[in-house]
């Protein structure tokens, strides 16, 4: 689960960083500029001690999984139930009145 929001932290701040703004956007505040090699190399300082972080603490990274699991399979069952809900409302709303619709089959018509 850890993983998950270093991973969505990385790749937003990424975003944000490629993303032009011009400077007159910028808060009159923000003075200091920050070059692209010195960026990289704080990033990459950053990913080395993230990744020794399970190592150190194996106790945090075993309960970060198994709440990431409990929240993948809550996922899968409201994700399920989402996808139930728009088939039940896509086949009443698209039927008209005294048709009844069904599932297609997958199986080819023949037509005599």
């Not at 011009?22 to 001690?49: F, N, Q, R, Y």
């Not at 198994?66 to 809550?74: D, I, L, T």
């Amino acid at each position: 689960m850890i993983m998950f929001f270093i991973r969505t932290t990385f790749w937003l701040s990424i975003v944000v960083w490629l993303v032009p703004v011009g400077k007159d956007k910028l808060d009159a505040t923000v003075t200091h500029s920050v070059s692209s090699s010195s960026a990289i190399e704080l990033a990459t300082g950053a990913l080395s001690d993230l990744a020794g972080f399970c190592g150190r603490n194996p106790d945090v990274c075993e309960e970060g999984h198994a709440v990431f699991e409990a929240f993948a399979a809550k996922a899968k069952v409201v994700a399920g139930m989402a996808l139930a809900y728009i088939n039940d409302k896509g086949s009443a709303a698209s039927a008209p009145d005294g048709v009844t619709t069904a599932p297609i089959s997958g199986k080819a018509l023949k037509s005599e």
